[in-house]
């Protein structure tokens, strides 16, 4: 499918436990974001990538590890999950030359 | 002060009623702005995208930029139920750089 999907959609982890998210998107843009969307905060960066082998942290990185091996691909990794990181996950892109960006789907992360 | 301010509602208005959302912003070097529309449970969607100052229209949308004011404005004519959904704004200095500033959000209700 054409677009920007994320995986998995909903999530149930455990204090502690490493957790990675997907995103996938079919445009071949250049960057990609990761944001988490809390109530009262709206959305916040957490990392972004310009291109393949470049990534660089955003407002609130702490916590989290990316990696962008290819264009089309950016997980995320919680790398010891904690109950502060209970959140919905968005995936973002645009080119190189826009503003604009496109967000996936989401993916409700709970840590217990 | 965030650099960005959006009164997240809930606004609640009759169907067919004009909507007007607004937002203020501090950082004067932003050029570039829009609008994103997220129902429940899904990722924020385009809307609207503007550069600089003036109006743009698109069906039953009009986005509104006046950057001596630093503030912008979403009307939204012939409101339908359809309409219902967090609306936010978004903007940026542009310039090739990743920081795109999004606006907490105003949930929207159009009653039937």
């Known amino acids: 499918d054409a677009g920007i999907t994320q995986s998995p959609r909903y999530k149930i982890t455990e204090t502690g436990r490493q957790v990675t998210l997907m995103c996938h998107q079919t445009?071949?843009?250049?960057?990609m974001f990761w944001y988490r969307q809390d109530l009262g905060h709206g959305l916040r960066l957490i990392y972004y990538?310009?291109?393949?082998?470049?990534?660089d942290k955003g407002e609130v990185p702490d916590g989290y590890v990316v990696s962008r091996s290819k264009t089309e691909n950016f997980p995320l990794t919680l790398e010891s999950a904690t109950r502060s990181q209970t959140s919905v996950y968005f995936c973002?892109?645009?080119?190189?030359?826009?503003?604009?960006?496109?967000f996936g789907p989401g993916t409700r992360l709970t840590v217990t | 002060q965030k650099e960005v301010e959006q009164d997240p509602g809930p606004l609640s208005v009759p169907e067919g009623a004009i909507v007007s959302l607004n937002c203020t912003y501090s950082?004067?070097?932003?050029?570039?702005f829009m609008w994103y529309r997220q129902y429940s449970r899904k990722g924020p969607e385009l809307l609207m995208y503007?550069?600089?100052?003036g109006n743009k229209e698109d069906g039953r949308f009009t986005a509104q930029v006046d950057k001596s004011s630093k503030y912008i404005s979403l009307f939204i004519r012939d409101s339908q139920p359809s309409d219902s959904a967090t609306y936010l704004c978004?903007?940026?200095?542009?310039?090739?750089?990743?920081?795109?500033?999004f606006g907490a959000g105003t949930r929207l209700f159009v009653k039937a």
């Open positions: 990538s310009a291109a393949a082998d470049i990534t």
């Open positions: 950082n004067s070097a932003f050029q570039y």
């Open positions: 503007t550069y600089s100052s």
């Open positions: 978004a903007m940026s200095a542009g310039t090739g750089g990743f920081k795109t500033i």
């Open positions: 973002a892109s645009r080119e190189t030359s826009a503003e604009e960006q496109y």
């Open positions: 445009w071949s843009h250049s960057y």
